[in-house]
Nanobody, 133 residues
Framework: EVRLVESGGGAVQAGGSLRLSCTAS????????MGWYRQPPGQECELVSR???????YYAASVKGRFTISPNNAKNTVYLQMDSLKPEDTAVYYC???????????????????????????WGQGTTVTVSS
């Protein structure tokens, strides 16, 4: 069974930084595509970033240039470094793992009504990020 444990959320002022961590068990990072979704209060859930088993990355346009996804294979942990945070980054952030090769817009949907959803194998419990202006 795949288990994902997130940490690193919290409250920060606009312009600040946070680093989210997602430690996986039951799967190694080179056997999975890993990503982060977020769901702001009262809004849709969106794909923020993904890194596949070969190291290729995706970023939503809203975070490109500010967020960085990176793996630490030795710790079996994926990080999401979030810089220049904005109030609109306020959300619950979910770490996700899935078998390699899932398609964007199919299993890795760009937006959906709510998270977690069933098409991806494993979800973390969610960690809250609050950015104040």
């Amino acid at each position: 069974e795949v288990r994902l444990v997130e940490s690193g959320g919290g409250a920060v002022q606009a312009g600040g930084s946070l680093r989210l961590s997602c430690t996986a068990s039951g799967v190694t990072l080179d056997e999975a595509d890993m990503g982060w979704y977020r769901q702001p209060p009262g809004q849709e859930c969106e794909l923020v970033s993904r890194i596949d088993s070969e190291g290729l990355t995706y970023y939503a346009a809203s975070v490109k240039g500010r967020f960085t996804i990176s793996p630490n294979n030795a710790k079996n942990t994926v990080y999401l470094q979030m810089d220049s945070l904005k109030p609109e980054d306020t959300a619950v952030y979910y770490c996700v793992a899935d078998a390699p090769g899932g398609d964007y817009g199919v299993s890795w949907t760009y937006r959906t009504t709510s998270c977690p959803y069933d098409d991806l194998d494993a979800w973390g419990q969610g960690t809250t990020v609050t950015v104040s202006s």
